[in-house]
């Protein structure tokens, strides 16, 4: 959507990743959040913008990328859960009422925030939409950005 060309570097695990980063070894990165706060409140990385369109409950003072110069920018991540498409329902009725029963407990909650999750605890039906309209999205970023494998 910039026009910014970014060479990925993929690494095994973040600790390396973070590391490269407060050097100066790569110049800019993507994360979730979680265990970058304790480098960002004393100043050693800075955020250049959350890349969800509404801020973030968890850094409420970062602006989104969206809102800072590239209007309908939005990238997102999700943690859910799955079973086999020929699931009876009957089957997956109770578990998502007790996962969706926990999601909702103040001390759940406020754990998953703390790591920069803001939990949902949507339906069956929700959850599907959801990636269905990413889906979609990907494939207009990859037809767009003539994203090829090599």
């Known amino acids: 959507m910039g026009g910014i060309n970014i060479v990925n570097v993929p690494y095994k695990d973040a600790a390396q990743w973070l590391s490269d980063l407060m050097s100066g070894e790569v110049h800019i990165g993507f994360d979730g959040g979680s265990t970058r706060q304790a480098h960002i409140d004393p100043g050693r990385l800075r955020c250049l ?3 969800r369109s509404k801020p973030s409950p968890v850094f409420p003072e970062i602006s989104t990328i969206a809102s800072t110069g590239l209007p309908g920018y939005e990238w997102t991540s999700q943690l859910a859960m ?3 498409s020929k699931t009876p329902p009957a089957n997956i009725g109770k578990p998502h ?8 407990q103040p001390d759940v909650k406020g754990k998953l ?4 999750i803001e939990q949902v605890g949507s339906s069956p039906e929700q959850l599907a939409a959801l990636v269905k309209s990413a889906q979609a999205r990907l494939e207009t970023l990859i037809k767009d950005a ?3 494998v090599d």
Not at 113 to 116: A, E, Q, R, S, T
Request: hydrophobic share 50%.
């Open 146 to 148: 003539r994203i090829r």
């Open 97 to 104: 009422q007790e996962i969706v029963r926990a999601l909702g």
């Open 113 to 116: 925030l703390n790591v920069g």
């Open 82 to 84: 799955f079973a086999r």
């Open 49 to 51: 913008g959350i890349t």
